[in-house]
């Protein structure tokens, strides 16, 4: 909890102003970063884009700078999560015209810190997402410092820095025979881990975009992980070892949704339908499958029958979270016939939950979910364990870690099929496996509790990053 108010209400030591990659994903945690921020005593600006825009009202505490953005109605319409939407949206917040919006924007609040003093905190420095390098050079321009804020795990980050050495010792490009091979040097992952940009239609552009947080982080003041000491420890300490020798603090600060006062509401670009708590109370303890793959996979129309017959089929209670746009292509994906009167009393689908609540709720006994690292931190803290179905990105990576590091949830691979669906989720719910899979979570939630508490690392993390904030 974010206990330390210090400053909070008298004049701000500083300004920090953020700026998040326009994607629920980022937004949350660059939003929970910046109330934990608010409560340490600095003064907060949101800078955005109207694509995807926060709600202002949402917190008071908070100063909105808009930036105007170049993303173009057909950027906007790519598939979520396609690398097309990846492309364009890069574009987009690289192009000239939003780094010099931001350029302005950051002009205008160090003139407010100058001019009107004792009355506007100075700025400090500028957070941003690790893939906004125009951003950063727009602030660099104006002698501001950044810090970078990492939305992924250490160990994605350690992976992103590893790309020259995957490819030399011929890891990649990835081939049928070597998949199941375990890169040594970045344990537990294997070949089949690792995202490919040889199976790009452009290996330069992907590899580009991957390097993206590597160039911001070397050209930065600092990098912020969410993320905690006890979980990646080794991670950690590599990428520690590497930043250190450029003169680059890091700061592992996580699970940012607990070192906060903004919470879920606020964050969330979707409406959560919270009907789904009463129906939970109705629920046994520890009985309930909760499903969400986050808000930005798709899934196909095949796969997506065979999700709902799994779950129809496992006999369990379920929670399952069809969000608009789920399925490639339809914009509320039909649920097969028959499968309500099938799972009545027994299954609710809701379009968007608020989750947080959710994986808090004593009738949840598991989440299948696409391993996005917002989602993996959450069910970590609340020790349920997971049945991970991974789609790109980082969400491999997480995902190994998972059932082969943490051992805290059972990987689904292959081709998603119902009667493998079935007992993917027998073994989770109440098998011996299942059982061994949850005490585990339960152990490593009281592990990340303990990062909260006021001596824990990421309450020390945050004190530290605060005091590099002042010295700038
Ligand atoms: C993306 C990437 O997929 C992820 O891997 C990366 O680390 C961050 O960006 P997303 O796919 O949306 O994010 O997944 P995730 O990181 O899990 O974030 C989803 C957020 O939405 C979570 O904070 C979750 O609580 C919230 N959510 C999800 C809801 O509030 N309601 C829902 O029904 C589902």
Known sequence: PPTRMAGARSRAAARVAVFPLPFQGHITPMLQL??????????ITVLHTAFNAPDPARHPEFSFAAVPDAISDAAAATEDGSMDRALAMNAAVEAPALAESVRDA?????????????????????????TLTAVQEAAAGLGVPTLVLHTCSAACFRLFRSYDMLYDKGYLPAQESNLLLPVKELPPLQVRDLFDPSKLPSKEIGLKLLNLANETTARSSGAIINTFEAL?????????????????????????????????????????????????????????????????????QDEFTEVACGLANSGKPFLWVVRRGLVLGVEKPELPEGFESA????????????????????????????????STLESVYEGV????????????????????????????????????????????????????????????????????????SSQQAVDKLVDHILSF
């Open 34 to 43: 910046a109330g934990a921020l608010h409560a340490r005593g600095l003064a």
């Open 106 to 130: 950051l002009a205008s609040m160090l003139r407010a810190g100058e001019q009107e003093e004792e009355k506007e905190p100075r700025l400090a420095c500028l957070v941003i997402d690790a």
């Open 232 to 300: 990646e420890a080794q991670e950690l300490e590599t990428v520690r070892g590497e930043l250190a020798e450029k003169g680059i603090p890091i700061f592992p600060i996580g699970p940012l949704h607990k070192l906060t006062s903004v919470d879920s509401v606020g964050t969330s670009l979707l409406k959560q339908d919270s009907t789904c708590i009463q129906w939970l109370d109705t629920q046994e303890s520890g009985s309930v499958l909760y499903v969400s793959f986050g808000s930005v996979v798709h899934i196909t």
């Open 343 to 374: 799972v009545k009393g027994r299954g609710k689908v809701i379009e968007w939950a608020p989750q947080q609540e959710v994986l808090a709720h004593s009738a949840i006994g598991g989440f299948w979910t696409h391993s996005g690292w917002n």
């Open 385 to 456: 364990p997971m049945l991970s179905r991974p789609n790109f990105g980082d969400q491999l990576v997480t995902a190994r870690y998972v059932e082969d590091r943490w051992k805290i949830g059972i990987l689904l691979e292959g081709v998603l099929e119902r009667e493998k669906i079935k007992r993917a989720i027998t073994m989770l719910m109440e098998e011996k496996e299942g059982m061994e899979t949850r005490q585990r979570a339960k152990n490593l939630k009281e592990k990340m509790r303990m990062c909260l508490e006021s001596s824990g």
